[in-house]
């Protein structure tokens, strides 16, 4: 194992296809890995249909990771701060704010 010690995988994984929420051999099949390999694993799902990045976020993601390099994104805070700080070349101003009414642990079901 590349990071022996880690004891938790975080996945972000599409939300339809072979690896969707509702099919039980990808569900199996994790389970069978956390077993066999120790680890704790928190499991993200994308909402239908978003998890295919169109042009737009492919260029952004570059100047977005620029940002991330002068600050470690440690809290939701700065995570959402440093993606609204973000603009590009071509003139894109990205606006950002944090929904309060999701909580992480609704996000993550």
């Known amino acids: 194992m590349p990071y022996p010690n880690t004891n938790q995988l975080y996945i972000s994984a599409d939300g339809g296809g072979s690896n969707g929420s509702g099919v039980k051999l990808w569900k199996e099949e994790l389970q069978q890995f956390s077993n066999e390999s120790g680890l704790e694993i928190h499991l993200s799902h994308y909402p239908p249909g978003r998890s295919k990045w169109n042009k737009m976020e492919h260029r952004l993601f570059a100047y977005i990771s620029k940002n991330w390099r002068e600050k470690p994104p440690e809290t ?11 603009t590009t070349t071509a003139g894109l101003v990205v606006k950002t704010k944090t929904d309060a009414t999701i909580s992480i642990k609704q996000a993550v079901k």
Do not use: D
């Open 76 to 86: 939701l805070a700065v995570i959402v701060s440093l993606i609204g700080a973000t």
